[in-house]
């Protein structure tokens, strides 16, 4: 009989999510002075169109590794609402505790819903839903501003709204001199849209990547593969959920979608700092050998510049995880010192421009 009593206790321990491993964590360095947190502010659940209960997306959550999430579901589109009979703040609180015990951070958010323009706009660090369920879409948004919520345009480019050209409308100057709209996303699932990164990057607005997940996450995410969510990194003072709001009121993010990384120059040159550390340089009399050890779970690919023509080296060269790596270098007779200048073509500083990038000797 004691023993029947043990296994139930332990089934129920495995059943609340107690007990999960973080296996599908993904190692991404800190910057020298913030850390890296791993965000995504763009999920549904069954309280929208989503197909799974809330707790399931702080239970994926968890074992991804990621640092905090956001629930938002759609105000204008709730195709269940028959069978979950609930107002617009509910999935927040069905997993308010669940997430806190997990140590999942968790913004309250929403998805404004409307057809372009304006399109879909996620709210988050708000404190009320309901009031952003009105008519006229400006409404929604000036309640949204009155919880001093901080707002980005979704899936500018998303084919369903935007068929032929991912276009910047009369609405969101409207949203953006009013102070309704805060960043863009630059990539939402798989999709990277470079027009917004370039409207991030002219009018200082913050590049989001989310996943906008509405399945089970692995049904759209191979893990086996080594495939992970579209995710935003927040390079924060602390890990909590003030220091990512004073985080992305500052620009201070980057999109992980694939093997990319887009975002802000500095941030992208402070992130492979700290990844890939030059461990060694051996000169001889006409060569170099450069070893670097990168710390990461992030790949990088290198593309020869612009360079010295005495200065022999790859031409294009991947960096693989968690792995040391031996560059070597000819040197034309005479040359004792110098650079071998590259670019990290998956991070990307603008649309179609890696980061620019050297090592020295
Ligand atoms: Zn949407
Ligand atoms: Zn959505």
């Known amino acids: ?58 239970d994926e959550a968890y074992s991804e590794g990621l640092d905090a999430i956001a629930l938002t579901e759609h105000i204008e589109y709730r195709p269940h609402k028959d069978d979950i009979k609930a107002d617009h703040n509910r999935s927040y609180e069905i997993i308010k505790q669940y997430a806190k015990d997990r140590d999942v951070i968790l913004i309250k958010g929403s998805e404004i819903t409307r057809s372009m323009a304006p399109g879909h706009h996620n ?64 990539a939402n699932g798989k999709y990277y849209f470079p027009e917004a990164q370039q409207w991030c990057l002219d009018k ?75 461990e060694n340089i051996e000169k001889k009399d006409k060569s170099v050998r450069i070893t670097i050890y990168n710390d990461s779970d992030l790949r990088f690919y290198l593309k020869k510049i612009k360079h010295d023509p005495g200065i022999t080296y790859f031409r294009d060269y991947e960096i693989k995880p968690n792995c040391r790596h031996t560059i070597n270098v000819k040197l034309d007779s005479g040359i004792i010192s110098g650079k071998i200048d590259f670019e990290v073509s998956n991070m990307l500083a603008k649309p179609g421009k890696g980061l620019d990038y050297q090592f020295r000797f």
């Open 123 to 186: 709210a988050i660090f708000i404190t009320d839903s309901n009031p952003l369920d009105t008519t006229d879409f400006k409404d929604a948004f000036n309640a949204a501003k009155s919880q001093k919520a901080f707002i980005f345009w979704n899936h500018p480019g998303w084919d369903a709204q935007q068929p032929e050209k991912t276009l910047w409308w009369d609405e969101h100057t409207y949203l953006y001199e009013n102070g309704c709209m805060h960043g863009i996303e630059v």
């Open 204 to 278: 200082k607005l913050t590049m989001i990547g989310t996943s906008d997940i509405h399945q089970p996450i692995q049904t759209d995410i191979d893990f086996n593969k080594g495939e992970h969510r579209t995710m935003t990194l927040v390079f924060a003072k602390e890990r909590n959920a003030e220091s990512i709001r004073e985080a992305l009121e500052n620009r201070r993010t980057a999109v992980f979608v694939g093997d990319k990384i887009i975002g802000e120059e500095m941030w992208l040159k402070d992130l492979f700092d700290n990844a890939v550390k030059i």
């Open 1 to 58: 009989m004691k023993r029947i009593y043990l296994f139930l206790a332990m089934a129920g321990m495995l059943q609340t999510g107690f007990g999960q491993s973080k296996d599908k964590d993904i190692n991404i360095p800190d910057l020298d002075n913030y850390k890296t947190l791993k965000c995504d502010f763009h999920i549904h659940t069954v309280f929208s169109d989503g197909l799974v209960w809330p707790t399931v997306r702080v």
